[in-house]
C-alpha cells in the first residue's frame, strides 16, 4: 500500500507503485490532461516518475510558477531537435534555462543567420504539432560515450568523461532525438505549446572560457500562454524605447567609447544628473548622522589579502607593481621587489584604516561612515553594458561601525532611510530579499549563525516583508538586497546591507567597551543607490528620459516665437536663473513649433513660450512635457512654481 498525500492534506491510497501521471488521472480526468510533472517532497521530477513509498507529492501544471523553468527548459532540447533536424552535422552543447527563456550553444562551421531563426522557430512549432512522447532513460556511461562519439557530438562526449563515478547517466528521448540531461522534462512536446520565440544570436565561449573554441548561442523566450508572451514582447519592446544608451545620446548625456573600456564620458548635462543625485544623497546622509570621508584609490596588496579579498577577487582587480624610478632619462623600471599595489574595487579596507586612527570607545560607536568612493572592477568586455555593468563605477558606499546590540537599530534606520530615498526618486515597490552563508566563507559556522540571526531579527523589527535566497550572501557575512520594480515591471538589485563579523577581526578593528577590555565592532556594509552610474541608468529608463524636472539636466527652456520677443525672452531667463532655476534660452530663427518638437524629443521638462502678446503682459505661456496644452501665467507667478517644483525632495 502507497499512501499519497496531496498539498490540501488529503491522502490517496494505492495497492502498489504509481506514477505521477497515474496519480493525476486518479484526482481527475482535467488535472490529467494539465499535468507537467509532480513536486515529490519539493522535488520537481518527471510525471513518469514511479512513487514507491508513502510521501508528499503535488501536481504541477502549466499555472504554476514553477512550471516556467520546466516549460523552457523543454524549449531548449525543442530548439535543439530543430536545428539538428534542418542543420545536419551541427553539435548541441549546453542548453540551460535563464531569465525569462533559454538559450543553446551549438558549434557549426557557417553561421547562422536571423533568417534561420524564422525557419528553427517554425520547425519547433512542427516538433509541438507532433506531440513527441518523451521518454528518460539511464544509460552506463561507456554506452553514452561511445553513442555520442559515434554521432560526432564531442561537446556531450567531453560533459560524460567529466562526470564524478557513479553519477546516474540519465538520457531523455524526444521522437527519434536525444540528449543528455538530468531532467526532468514534460511527458511530450506537445505540452510544451508554443508560447516562445527565439530572440537573438551571440557568440559564446565553450565552457565560458576563453581559451576555448567559440560557439554560436540562440536565445529564446519562453512563456506558459500566448498572453504572458505577449506581455514579455511589449515589455521588451518598451525597454528598447527606452534604452538608456539610446536616449543618453539623444539628450546628450554621456557617451562611451572603445579606448576607455567600461568608463563613462559624463557631459555638462549627464554630469548635472550626476551631481543633483549626489547632492541629495548628501543631505539624506548627512540628516542620517553619517560623516562623510575620502580614501585613496590605491592601496597595497597587504590590505586586500588580510581582508580576503585578494584570494576572491584577484582577477577582478586592477592590480600595478609599485614602479622603482631609475637614475637616468630611461623609463621607470620594476624592482624584483617592488611590491603590488590594487585599485580598489571597494571601500571597506579603506574605511577600516581610518576607523583605526587612534583609539575608538564605545562611546564613538555607532561611527557611520559613508564615502562617494570611485572603485574600479576588471569586468569583461562581453559584460559590458552602457551604464548598467562598467569598470569604473562611484558607490554611495558606507559603513557603520556598531556594538553587536546596536546592529537591529542600526538595520532598521538604514531600511527606512533606504524606503525614502527609493520613494522620493519614484520607486514605491519594493522586495526585500536576505541573503544567508554561501558555500565558500570566511568566518566559523557560530559566527555566521550570529550574523544570520541578528540580520533576520533587524528585518522583522524593520516590519519588511522578505524572502530568503540560500547560499547567496557576501563571503564575509550576510546580507539584506532590495529590489526595486521600475515602471514597466522589471526588478533591479541596487541597495544592500550586510552584517560583517569577520572584517573587523581580519584588519584588526576594535573599541574599548564599558569594561575597559577590546572588543571587535560589527561592520555593516551598505549602500543605498549602488553604482551611481547604474541607478542614473535605472533612473533614465524608468521616466523613459523624463527626469523629475529637480533633476532634470536643464529644467526650463525659453523659447520665443518672433525675434521680437527676443529682449523679453532674455528677461525671462535671467528670471528663472535668480530662482535657481537650470534655464536656456532659444531664439533661433525656427518656426515655434519646430522647436518645441526638438526640445520636446530633448525631453526638456518645461517649455516656456513667449511672443509679443506674452511681453507685453509680462506673462510666459508653460507647455509640460508630454501635455496637449499650455498654461499662461504671470512671469512672477510662474518663476515661484517652476522654482518650487524644482526644488530636490526634502529641501
Known sequence: ???????????????????????AADIGPGLAKAALAIRLNETMMDLATTITEDTTVAIVTAKDDEALELLRHDAAHVMAEAVQELFPGTQATIGPVIENGFFYDFAREQPFTLDDLELIEKRMREIVDRDEEIVREVWAREDAVEHFSEIGEKYKTEIIQGFPDGEEIRIYKQGNWLDLCRGPHLPSTGKLGKAFKLMKLAGAYWRGDHRNEMLQRIYGTCWANEKQLKAHLLML??????????????????????????????HPKGYTVWLELESYIRKKLAGAGYVEVKTPQLLDSKFWEQSGHWSKFRENMFVVPDEIPSTDDDAPVVSKDAKLMAIKPMNCPAHVQIYKQGIRSYRDLPLRMAEFGCCHRNEPHGALHGLMRVRQMTQDDAHIFCEESQVTEETTAFCALLQSVYQDLGFEDLEVKLATRPDVRAGEDATWDRAEEALEDAVKAANLDYEITPGEGAFYGPKLEFHLKDAIGRTWQCGTIQLDFVLPERLDASYVGRDGEKHRPVMLHRAILGSLERFI??????????????LAPIQVVV???????DAYGAEVLETLKAKGIRAELDIRNEKINYKVREHSKAKV???AVVGLKEAEAKTVALRRLGGKTQ??????????????EAAAPGS
Do not use: C
Not at 544608451?245 to 554621456?254: H, N, P, Q, S
Open 237 to 266: 519592446e518598451e525597454a528598447e524605447k527606452r534604452d538608456h544608451r539610446k536616449l543618453g545620446r539623444e539628450m546628450d548625456l554621456f557617451h562611451l567609447q572603445e579606448e576607455a573600456q567600461g568608463s563613462v564620458f559624463w
Open 605 to 607: 521638462p518645461v517649455i
Open 559 to 565: 523659447t520665443t516665437i518672433t525675434s521680437d520677443a
Open 631 to 644: 498654461e499662461i501665467l504671470a512671469l512672477t507667478e510662474a518663476t515661484d512654481t517652476l522654482a518650487s
Open 1 to 23: 500500500m502507497v499512501a499519497i498525500t496531496l498539498p490540501d492534506g488529503s491522502v490517496r491510497n494505492f495497492p502498489g507503485p504509481v506514477t505521477g501521471a497515474e496519480l
Open 537 to 550: 541608468g535605472i533612473l533614465i529608463e524608468n521616466y523613459a528620459g523624463k527626469l523629475p524636472l529637480w
